[in-house]
């Protein structure tokens, strides 16, 4: 399938960050898929980059506001490349094949400058930023900072849900764990 001449084919040295994805997911890969997304999945996105060679690679973002997203540093950024992709395509709330909200294609990106420089892992995180906002969704989802006790349970038990859209599954297939 194609989004206006772009041909979909992973670039295998993007693969290479879900290699930490033990970390996330432990021994066993309790992942189960969003099927449908509706709030709060919808206002997770569908991150995918051309570098310039015609093919889109995948990551995930969340909407933050209406035309704000939050994301790796990784994903608007190459390390291995050197340099931040040609343009990015988000989809929210993707279903497979089905962009209930469609697609836009980005307006600008950031990847922290401690990234980018330095490749320092505290510092993978970005910002993509959309010309208009999708139809028929809401501001995304909040950013707090937490008190200590509520980031210490939190770690302690383990009890967080991620929602994505990793490489290992079919594409724009979101799943949660």
Known sequence: MTVAGIIRTPVISDRIVETVDY?????????VRVVRPGPP????????RDFGDGRLSGCTGFL???RVLVTAGHCVFSLLRGRPPNRILVTAGRDGALRPHGAIWAQRWFAHPGFRHGADPRFDFGVVILPRAFSGLGPGF?????ARADLANARDTRLIRIAGYPSDKPRGQMWAH
Do not use: K, N
């Open 23 to 31: 970390a996330v997911l432990g021994p066993v890969d309790g992942r």
């Open 41 to 48: 999945f919808s206002s997770v996105c569908h991150v995918e």
């Open 64 to 66: 933050i506001a209406p």
């Open 142 to 146: 909040s950013l707090l900072a937490l």
